[in-house]
């Protein structure tokens, strides 16, 4: 089961430039709610401040709050945040010497998981929710980089997923991808949701208006408006969100 996700009224700073002004949203448990906006809007800063990411960047600072299920993020240890809530990045980043097999496992070996047969077991059944256990099954020992760019995306799915977060944030997953592992992936979203609660940043619109049951809409650092996905494309309250969603700018 996931657990919902709450910024309410975060603001983020590098150095002396605010990024992001007084931003509050909810992210529903087990729904997807898409971030979407103009390069440079705060986006990957915003996800960035959920998982207290954000503030393992020199100069960067943040206020408000994030709230776990009811629970400020930052009144708990950030390793643990991480690892409830997971990140998943636009390039796909497996390790790139380590098997397909340790890739997945090394996040359980670090939190103390040494039985080979509990490893074998969790690794499976994380591949399996990642959508591709079927296609390394065989070849579990050969290093990540064999594997095409999709695969090594839904590696990083499958790695993020074996330590059991409750909620996993993806940062234009499929930005670098192919139409078809495009595809695979938003599939992947689509049946990820029932576990978890994500959130997902995206340039692409019609990716938003496929994988998200709520967006909102970005600009300049400030959220201008969410709502049902269906809603913001179809009945935008403010001319911005109007224009951007019918491609007037960004
Ligand atoms: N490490 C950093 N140090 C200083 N400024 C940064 C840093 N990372 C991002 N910024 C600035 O913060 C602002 C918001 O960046 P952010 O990456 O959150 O935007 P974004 O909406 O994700 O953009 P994109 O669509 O290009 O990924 C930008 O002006 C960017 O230059
Ligand atoms: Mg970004």
Same mark, same amino acid.
């Given at each position: ?121 969790? %690794? ?5 929710? /990642?959508? *591709?256990? !079927? $296609?390394?099954?065989?070849? #579990?020992?050969?290093? +990540? ?14 790695? %993020? ?5 409750? /909620?996993? *944030?993806? !940062? $234009?997953?499929?930005?670098? #991808?192919?139409?078809? +592992? ?69």
């Amino acid at each position: 089961m996931g657990k919902a996700l709450e910024a309410r009224a975060i603001s983020a700073r590098f150095n002396e430039q605010v990024i992001l002004r007084e931003v509050t949203l909810h992210m529903p448990v087990n729904q997807v709610t898409a971030i979407i906006g103009p390069p440079g809007c705060g986006k990957s800063t915003f996800i960035r401040c959920l998982n207290r990411l954000h503030e393992t960047t020199p100069g960067a600072t943040m206020s408000g709050e994030v709230l776990l299920d009811g629970h400020s993020v930052y009144d708990m240890d950030p390793t643990e945040v991480r690892r409830s809530v997971a990140m998943i990045f636009h390039r796909p980043n497996p390790f790139p010497t380590m098997s397909i097999f340790d890739n997945v496992a090394a996040g359980l070996r670090l939190h103390g998981l040494r039985n080979r047969a509990k490893l074998a077991e969790s %690794a499976e059944q994380a591949l399996r929710r /990642a959508a *591709l256990w !079927d $296609e390394v099954k065989d070849r #579990l020992h050969l290093y +990540s980089s064999a594997l095409s760019l999709g695969q090594q995306q839904r590696l990083c799915i499958a790695r %993020a997923l074996a330590i059991d977060p409750v /909620a996993v *944030l993806m !940062d $234009e997953p499929a930005s670098t #991808l192919d139409p078809l +592992s495009t595809l695979v992936i938003e599939e992947l979203i689509e049946e990820l949701k029932r576990q978890y609660t994500i959130v997902i940043v995206t340039h692409n619109l019609q990716q938003a208006a496929r994988v998200a049951d709520k967006t909102a809409f970005f600009l300049e650092g400030e959220m201008i408006e969410q709502g049902t996905t269906t809603a913001l494309f179809t009945t935008p309250q403010d001319k911005r969100t109007a224009d951007y969603v019918t491609g007037r700018f960004g």
